[in-house]
């Protein structure tokens, strides 16, 4: 079975300061890998996925994630964070041919001026 | 082109009540997904159907719990004689195709379930 654990359940930042979070998968064949973003009392959108080509994924609101194969990790990223990223993120995988999708935790991200 | 729709948005229940839980998809989907979301837990899958088929129901408990896309009408997620571990998030996802390529999944914004 897919695990997705994300290392960070809060981080908060700084308005324009840069943001990581991390995630890691397991699987023993080939995933795909997406970022989910929730804002409050919304449901969760798309930020970005990888499924094949190159390891540097570009999303919406300027971020961006890296799919390490070695490193079995997807880690998302921000270089300057505004305080309408305030959000859930959500970083889950799907086995390639499948439909499931596994799901971390997820990480709270609060970004105070 | 609306989103995915999931009604009502918040839905108390006392032990032993049913719950109903909606969800109409994006226009042109014809594949639905329920995911359930535990307290400080990420979503996990619960079922997935087409249009008056259950095509996978293995994250669903095996009792109390039933869901259903007939052809007209919002697919529904039905739980009986509820107890407070059925306290969590629902949320209903939709796709147009599903199989041997990826396609996105586009998500409601969930329904609230407290059981008191």
């Known amino acids: 079975a897919q695990s997705v654990t994300q290392l960070d359940s809060q981080v908060p930042v700084f308005e324009e300061a840069p943001v990581e979070l991390r995630c890691n998968y397991s699987s023993s064949v080939s995933v795909y890998l997406f970022w989910y973003v929730q804002y409050p009392n919304q449901g969760l959108q798309l930020l970005l996925k990888?499924?094949?080509?190159?390891?540097l994924v570009k999303g919406i609101n300027g971020f961006e994630a890296e799919f390490n194969k070695s490193q079995t990790s997807f880690h998302l990223r921000k270089p300057s964070v505004h305080i309408s990223d305030t959000a859930e993120y959500f970083c889950?995988?799907?086995?390639?041919?499948?439909?499931?999708?596994?799901f971390g935790a997820g990480t709270t991200v609060t970004v105070r001026a | 082109n609306a989103g995915v729709m999931q009604n009502p948005r918040h839905l108390v229940r006392r032990r032993g009540q049913e719950a109903r839980l909606r969800c109409s998809p994006m226009?042109?989907?014809?594949?639905v997904y329920w995911y359930r979301q535990l307290p400080e837990e990420g979503l996990k899958f619960m079922v997935y159907l087409q249009k008056e088929n259950i095509i996978d129901e293995s994250g669903m408990p095996k009792e109390r719990f039933s869901a259903e896309f007939p052809k007209e009408g919002p697919s529904i997620l039905r739980i009986q004689q509820v107890v407070r571990g059925d306290s969590a998030a629902y949320f209903c996802?939709?796709?147009?195709?599903?199989?041997?390529?990826?396609?996105?999944?586009?998500f409601g914004p969930g329904t609230r379930l407290t059981v008191l």
């Open positions: 889950a995988a799907e086995r390639s041919n499948d439909y499931k999708l596994s």
């Open positions: 996802a939709s796709s147009p195709v599903a199989g041997i390529r990826v396609n996105e999944q586009f």
């Open positions: 226009k042109g989907h014809s594949h």
């Open positions: 990888y499924l094949s080509g190159s390891t």
